[in-house]
């Protein structure tokens, strides 16, 4: 299994930013995203299951969304009203066939 994260960058505060990521293979149980603010410890953002089932954070709840479109095996994070706190370097993670899968890590910045 591989995956393929796309988006993040440098955003204002209050800004949004999307993240994608495709997923090679199929039958992904759980798709989502964690990230690790620096000098902190990888955390879960948001993860999704193959029902549409979400689970969010308490520090993102009514802020980000997660979606995930399984016909092309890719999973969304959609992130408005973001707050420098957000500062991470987040993952795409999946759980397949009791096996867990990390993506390579894409930065987010989010200037005050």
């Known amino acids: 299994v591989q995956l393929q994260a796309y988006g993040g960058g440098l955003v204002q505060a209050g800004g949004s930013l999307r993240l994608s990521c495709s997923a090679s293979?199929?039958?992904?149980?759980?798709l989502g995203w964690f990230r690790q603010p620096p000098g902190k410890k990888r955390e879960s953002v948001a993860t999704?299951?193959?029902?549409?089932?979400?689970n969010y954070a308490d520090s993102v709840k009514g802020r980000f969304t997660i979606s995930r479109h399984n016909a092309v095996n890719t999973v969304y994070l959609e992130m408005n009203s973001l707050k420098p706190e957000d500062t991470a370097v987040y993952y795409c993670?999946?759980?397949?066939?009791?096996?867990?899968?990390w993506g390579r890590g894409t930065q987010v910045t989010v200037s005050s």
């Open positions: 999704i299951t193959s029902g549409g089932t979400t």
């Open positions: 993670y999946c759980y397949r066939l009791g096996q867990e899968y």
């Open positions: 293979g199929n039958i992904f149980s759980i």
